[in-house]
C-alpha cells in the first residue's frame, strides 16, 4: 500500500524557515519523481514543485522560486521542502503527491498524503 | 503558462441526475507522438487531500466507479458524473500535466446536491 506522511509543519513568523518532508513507502521510491502542492485556507490547489527521480531536474512555481528548495533522499524513500523567507501568504496546507509514471515528471499524482498546515504569522 | 478555466464555480445537481463540470486550457494539451491529452481530474472532500479520478482526460484511475467518465474536444475537456451520489459532493480540480512544470489546476468547482 502506497503512503506518503508529510512532517514539520507549524507555525512560523514571517522571514522564517521552515523545512517539510515526506516520506514515502510501498512502491519503488527511486523510480517516481514527486511533488508539492500547497492549498491556503479556503482556496484552490497550487502546484509548487517537482523533483525528478534523481533530483538532477527541479522546478518551481513562480511565487516560490528562490525562497523554496526541494529536494530528496532515495536511500531514506523521503522528500524535503526547505522554505525560506516565509510569507503571510504561503499560509497552507502542503501536500506531497506520487507522480502516476515511473521516471518521468509529466504524470497526474496518482497518491497523495494527509498533509501538514504551515501558518506564516507574527 | 498553461491556464486552466472551469466552470461552473459552483453546481447543485439532484440525485441520480447527471453532473457536468468543463474546464479549458489556454493551449493544446495533446501530443501528437502519443495522442493523449495530458489532463487529470481530482475529487477533494473536506478535510481530505485529492483523489486522482481521471488521467489522460479520460482514463479513470483504479477503483474509480465508472460513473465518473472523462472527455477531450480540442482545448475542453469535460468530467461527467452520470447518476449523482450523495457522496460525491465534492470539489473537482482539473490539472494539466503537458509541458515541463508549472503543473497548473483549475480554480475547482464545487459540487452540491439539489
Known amino acids: 500500500e502506497v503512503q506518503l506522511l508529510e512532517s514539520g509543519g507549524g507555525l512560523v513568523q514571517p522571514g522564517g ?17 514527486m511533488n508539492w502542492v500547497r492549498q491556503a485556507p479556503g482556496k484552490g490547489l497550487e502546484w509548487v514543485s ?6 538532477v531536474n527541479t522546478y518551481y512555481a513562480d511565487s516560490v522560486k528562490g525562497r523554496f528548495t526541494i529536494s530528496r533522499d532515495n536511500s531514506k524513500n523521503t522528500i524535503y521542502l526547505q522554505m525560506n523567507s516565509l510569507r503571510a501568504e504561503d499560509t497552507a496546507v502542503y501536500y506531497c503527491a506520487k507522480c502516476g509514471a515511473a521516471y518521468g515528471v509529466r504524470a497526474a499524482g496518482d497518491f497523495w498524503g494527509q498533509g501538514t498546515l504551515v501558518t506564516v504569522s507574527s | 503558462d498553461i491556464v486552466m478555466t472551469q466552470s461552473p464555480d459552483s453546481l447543485a445537481v439532484s440525485l441520480g441526475e447527471r453532473a457536468t463540470i468543463n474546464c479549458k486550457s489556454s493551449q493544446s494539451l495533446l501530443e501528437s507522438s502519443n495522442n493523449n491529452n495530458y489532463l487529470a481530474w481530482y475529487q477533494q472532500k473536506p478535510g481530505q487531500p485529492p483523489k486522482l479520478l481521471i488521467k489522460w482526460a479520460s482514463n479513470r484511475d483504479s477503483g474509480v466507479p465508472d460513473r465518473f467518465s472523462g472527455s477531450a474536444s480540442g482545448t475542453d475537456f469535460t468530467l461527467t458524473i452520470s447518476h449523482l451520489q450523495a457522496e460525491d459532493v465534492a470539489v473537482y480540480y482539473c490539472q494539466q500535466y503537458y509541458s515541463n512544470p508549472p503543473f497548473t489546476f483549475g480554480q475547482g468547482t464545487k459540487l452540491e446536491i439539489k
Open chain 1, 17 to 33: 524557515s521552515l523545512r517539510l518532508s515526506c516520506a514515502a513507502s510501498g512502491f519503488t521510491f527511486s523510480s517516481y519523481a
Open chain 1, 50 to 55: 517537482t523533483i525528478s527521480v534523481s533530483g
